[in-house]
């Protein structure tokens, strides 16, 4: 095993360089200090702490949540002849105790647990059996209770500090603001440690929200459109619409399995595994699924209803494009949503310093829709990032948003939710400002109104935008006695006496503003052949040893094989992404289909293939 960090770097994980600021991070660690580590999906966070436990004396202990991402984990370090197991519930005793023995006998480079295990008596005993590297605690933001995943086993990991004096921890996540940040150091006893804040854009994703209008044939469209045989996921606020969404994109033709908490433990795994080892699978799950999943090449993330929070929606959209290459973040949302989330929050176990901030957070969600600037510049603003005013990558800048003065159709909005006695909602306010004579309308004598039939100027959908935005922007409330009612607040009353103009966002028409995605970015169609025969080689592989394809190579290793189609196993090391061992394992497999598919010679294939080999 190499001794050096860029030595295990490049001959253990088959990469030339470090990103910044790995080499920082993982300096600070092997140095024996502390680190907090808030880095982009997709940014290299693992090898932050895998690297350092290999540089290290002893085991690396790695905190993790979920069982499925130590099983995935493990399997991709093993391919690359890392000693790495992990002790769960999965594992049968006899298993079990054959890791505990690896471990006292110092035959481990990292162990995987998570928190409830290390909570133990037992497994501290164990661990201070033995000599350990160090602690990483990966989705660190599960320690906040302000956050969006938590998780109270978390809590229990102050006392790293007091158990294991001088073994340093490493705490990693994608998604932290400030406040989550500083609860992280606290509750983790981290005030001592360096603080790595890396940024989080993700360029290659590409953002767009629009109005909901028949969620379901709008994500038909998106995804026919598309991704018509990419793996993606698509969030959901409940089971039953997941399960419903599932069986309706099975009869559409797509591979579509659902993920919630309700469904048995077995039939989750099976779904999750099939998720990551097969091509074009789609998932449809609630917020249950998702934390800590490594494969690469989800091409879409969509969300049938609104997230709770920036951090959600930033922490799930995430799950696309991991490998860097094009995907969309893409979401429809209404007021419904809005009121649902907002019931939710108040019918549940939180005190109300508690409710006050998650308030606070679906309203800043909310100002995200409805943004008419570039909706990165200001996911990124969130979280206190600078970035251009616009990054040519989002809905907002590629189709810029029109508006028109809404001031008028506003004030008759209040106007007809006041003279409901604000009892109402937003269903039967628009059939009151259209002059519907429904029955609900008749019961109550609304059509006595004066604000009866004044907006027929405006057609169902608009006036719900108009609703929309003036719950957005903070107008009007939504009442939780479990109806949805709107209330006025205080600060619609300037747009009501006329001493303030509404300029209101006019929702587009659906449209694609994309465009059309090739089989693999970057490859013209003469290289098509190649770049599928080397999957089905990559596939073969990985069914025969019951790891998910991108455990073998991830997409962007196929697509430099196609590029530069080495020809010896020497041209096949320089490779990004190969290994000393995954080149023992795997050159003379794919050397052999790229001679087959290779006509004219390396030398046509990559342009500056000789410049590339004797760099």
């Given at each position: 095993m190499p001794n050096s960090a860029i030595q295990i770097l490049q001959e253990t994980f088959g990469f030339h360089a470090f990103r910044q600021p790995q080499d920082q991070i993982i300096d600070s660690v092997v140095d024996g200090g502390d680190a907090l580590v808030i880095m982009p999906t997709g940014g290299g966070k693992s090898l932050c702490f895998q690297i350092p436990a290999l540089v290290r004396a002893g085991t690396g202990v790695v905190i993790s949540p979920l069982i499925a991402l130590m099983h995935d984990q493990v399997a991709a370090l093993r391919q690359l002849g890392i000693r790495a197991a992990y002790l769960n519930s999965s594992l049968a005793a006899e298993a079990a105790a054959a890791v505990e023995r690896e471990l006292r006998a110092g035959q481990l480079d990292?162990?995987?647990i998570a928190p409830e295990r290390l909570a133990q008596a037992r497994t501290q005993e164990l661990l201070s059996a033995c000599s350990l590297a160090l602690f990483a605690i990966d989705e660190a933001h599960c320690v906040s209770q302000w956050g969006h995943d938590f998780r109270s086993d978390y809590l229990l990991l102050d006392m790293l500090p007091r158990q294991f004096p001088g073994v340093p921890r490493i705490a990693l996540t994608a998604t932290a603001d400030d406040r989550t940040r500083e609860e992280i150091?606290?509750?983790?006893?981290?005030?001592?440690?360096?603080?790595?804040?890396c940024g989080f854009d993700r360029p290659n994703i590409q953002y767009r929200i629009t109005q909901k209008n028949n969620g379901r044939q709008q994500l038909l469209r998106f995804i026919r459109s598309e991704h018509p045989r990419d793996a993606g996921i698509v969030y959901c606020l409940s089971r039953r619409k997941v399960e419903a969404t599932a069986q309706w994109l099975q009869q559409q033709g797509y591979t579509a399995l659902?993920?919630?908490?309700?469904?048995?433990?077995?039939?989750?795994?099976?779904?999750?595994?099939?998720?990551?080892?097969?091509?074009?699978?789609?998932?449809?799950?609630t917020v249950a699924f998702g934390m800590g999943i490594d494969k690469p090449d989800v091409r879409f993330v969509a969300h049938l209803d609104l997230p709770k929070s920036v951090e959600a929606y930033?922490?799930?959209?995430?799950?696309?494009?991991?490998?860097?290459?094009?995907?969309?973040?893409?979401?429809?949302?209404?007021?419904?949503?809005?009121v649902k989330l907002r019931q939710m929050l108040e019918g549940s176990q939180g005190d109300e310093q508690h409710k006050r901030v998650e308030r606070h957070k679906l309203d800043a969600m909310l100002g995200l829709c409805e943004i008419t600037s570039c909706r990165r510049h200001a996911l990124l603003h969130y979280f206190g990032e600078q970035s251009p005013a616009a990054c040519g990558n989002c809905d907002t800048c590629l189709t810029p948003v029109q508006t028109w003065d809404g001031t008028v159709a506003a004030q008759k909005a209040l106007s007809c939710a006041y003279r409901t006695g604000q009892r109402f909602g937003v269903n039967h306010l628009i059939d009151v400002l259209m002059g519907k004579q429904?029955?609900?309308?008749?019961?109550?004598?609304?059509?006595q109104l004066s604000t009866f039939g004044v907006g027929s100027d405006l057609d169902n959908g608009q006036w719900r935008s108009v609703y929309r935005q003036l719950v957005a922007r903070g107008y009007l409330s939504v009442d939780m006695g479990g109806f949805g009612s709107l209330r006025l607040t205080d600060r619609c009353r300037p747009v009501l006496r006329g001493e303030e103009q509404l300029a209101l966002r006019r929702d587009p028409v659906e449209s694609k503003v994309r465009k059309e995605r090739r089989a693999a970015p970057q490859l013209g169609v003469a290289d098509q052949p190649l770049w599928e025969a080397l999957r089905a080689c990559r596939k073969q592989l990985a069914e025969a040893q019951n790891v998910p394809p991108y455990v073998i190579f991830h997409d962007a290793t196929l697509m430099e094989l196609v590029t530069y189609r080495p020809a010896s196993r020497e041209q096949f090391a320089r490779i990004n992404g190969v290994g000393q061992s995954k080149l023992e394992k795997y050159s003379e497999a794919f050397l052999a289909v790229i001679r087959q598919h290779d006509d004219g010679g390396a030398a046509t294939a990559g342009g500056d293939y000789a410049a590339w080999t004797e760099g």
């Open positions: 990292l162990l995987y150091v606290e509750r983790l006893q981290l005030g001592a440690a360096r603080q790595f804040c659902p993920y919630h908490a309700g469904l048995g433990a077995e039939l989750r795994r099976q779904h999750q595994e099939r998720f990551v080892r097969e091509d074009g699978v789609i998932i449809v799950a930033y922490q799930e959209t995430g799950r696309a494009g991991r490998d860097g290459e094009p995907a969309t973040a893409w979401m429809v949302y209404g007021i419904q949503d809005v429904t029955d609900k309308v008749l019961q109550f004598d609304h059509q």
